[in-house]
């Protein structure tokens, strides 16, 4: 196979996969759908050039343990990339039920879990992302009022705390181009169930929405959508940024906020600042709800009581500084 002619989609992939490939281990994310295939069968063709990647390239296959015969799923997954010639492992991991968060977010740090362990700088992490994902995660996004963060849908590169990288060479193709180019390769794709069941929002916007924005708005609506998310990357970038020189503190996170310090910041900034804050007080996620009450202990302050927050987190103002307070409850 990896000798084989390459077609015009598969050429694509294997462009895109490229310039990931040149050191470190090369770990392929796949979970046996088209798009995560697709990728591993373009290393393994580019390994079937190179004999040093082909030392250094490998695909992992997680099994969430979720769906009854996903074991199987998994090896079976895990048998077809080695027929390509890809050393692949299966990663049974336990998700944890009961998280908080909810299963879908449990899975995924389960899986990201598993992904990165082992890595060390210079490696890499391939994930299959395509601009379709993207463009479905900034529909979302602005379908709840999300700001520029949020609608920067997903990195094309992350780092991890070993310096490997998390990258999502895909996002710039189709995902039709990525269908195409198993199909060039001979390679039958796995296609999870659940992502169709309409239970699930993404998949409505896939199945149902995005048709309807192409058939209305014209075909380069994904394309649109995934460079609203680049733009947006872009600003959000610059004012985190800058949020972060506002916070910043030499030795970790500020206990206190002076006020005045905070009045004055446009709002961009201002919430930034807070939300920034508030992680590093250790609030999981402040919503944009909660930011807001914070915000205006400073903007519309006429003496209110303090504001909760998830992980037992009380921010009051007193005497001219934002800090943590004492619960009412405790
Ligand atoms: N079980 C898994 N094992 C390894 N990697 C996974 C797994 N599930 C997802 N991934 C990685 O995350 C990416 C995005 O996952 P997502 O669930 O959106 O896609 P998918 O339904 O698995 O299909 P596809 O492989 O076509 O992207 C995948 O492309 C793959 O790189």
Excluded: K
Aim: net charge neutral.
């Amino acid at each position: 196979m990896a000798r084989r002619e390459l077609g015009p989609a598969g050429l694509a992939v294997v462009q895109a996969v490229e310039p990931w490939t040149r050191s470190g281990r090369v770990r392929v994310a796949c979970s046996g759908g088209p798009d995560s295939l697709a990728l591993a069968a373009a290393v393994a063709h580019l390994a079937g050039r190179d004999a040093s990647l082909a030392l250094r390239a490998e695909a992992l296959t997680v099994d969430h343990g979720l769906q009854a015969g996903s074991a199987r799923v998994a090896d079976d997954v895990a048998r077809r990339l080695d027929d390509l010639g890809l050393p692949t492992r299966v990663a049974a991991v336990t998700v944890d039920r009961a998280d908080p968060a909810g299963l879908e977010a449990a899975a995924r740090t389960a899986r990201y879990a598993a992904l990165s362990t082992g890595l060390v700088d210079g490696d890499v992490v391939l994930l299959g992302h395509t601009l379709d994902d993207q463009a479905e995660t900034v529909l979302l996004g602005l379908a709840r009022g999300s700001g520029t963060r949020s609608l920067a849908g997903m990195a094309p590169g992350v780092a991890l705390a070993s310096g490997a990288l998390l990258v999502r060479p895909l996002l710039g193709l189709r995902r039709a181009t990525t269908a195409d180019a198993c199909a060039e390769w001979g390679l039958p794709a796995w296609h999870d169930p659940q992502n169709l069941e309409c239970r699930f929002a993404r998949v409505r916007v896939r199945e149902r929405v995005m048709p309807v924005l192409e058939a209305e708005l014209g075909p380069g609506v994904a394309e649109a959508l995934a460079r609203t998310a680049e733009l947006a990357r872009a600003d959000a970038d610059e004012l985190d940024a800058v949020a972060a020189r506002v916070v910043g503190s030499r030795d970790g996170t500020p206990q206190e906020l002076p006020v005045p310090s905070l009045s004055g910041l446009p709002e961009a900034i201002g919430g930034r600042v807070l939300r920034r804050w508030l992680i590093g007080l250790g609030v999981p996620e402040p919503s944009f709800g909660h930011v807001r009450a914070v915000r205006a202990l400073v903007t519309d302050w006429h003496g209110q009581a303090g504001v909760d927050l998830p992980g037992g987190i009380r921010i009051v103002r007193e005497r001219g500084v934002l800090r943590q307070g004492p619960r009412d409850d405790g």
